[in-house]
């Protein structure tokens, strides 16, 4: 499988192969669900490329659920949101750049990396949910949580 060079990235080959059509199939059971070392590391490349556009964002759905209950994560996809006011057009520019793949529209964007689904949703900057983000500690690194929990956790 061939690789972007500044990450784990799948492409399409000029062959006309490529390994994204893995990531649409649906994962509903626990054995269709992605391995949490895969997960972690896509994750990682999430950091990553908000790093490189220098943007906060919180984690969102049922794999915050699992960092919260301090559980291994198993999910079928990764959710993320950034506060709408935070994506500047020069941020997109990077972003696009870094991922030429990506999918925007006016309610976030989405891309693949090693073939998990990774969506990323533009959140409402007046939600009270999401104006000061709380803190979950999954492995060694902090993420952003809404905030408050328990009033988020009702709406999963």
Known sequence: RKMSPLMDTPVKLTNGEDNISEASKIRTSLADQFPGDQLER???DVEDLMARIQ??????????KQMVNHQNIAFDK???GIRKNEITPD???TLRTIEPNIQVTDK?????WDSVPIHITFLDPEDELFKRAD???YNSWEYNIPNPWKEYEKTL
């Not at 906060?56 to 049922?62: A, D, I, N, R, Y």
């Not at 976030?108 to 693949?112: K, R």
């Open 91 to 93: 941020r997109l520019s």
């Open 135 to 137: 803190k979950v500690w």
């Open 42 to 44: 896509a994750l990682m």
């Open 108 to 112: 976030g964007f989405s891309y693949i």
């Open 55 to 64: 943007t906060p964002f919180f984690v969102l759905g049922e794999l915050a």
């Open 78 to 80: 990764i959710e993320i």
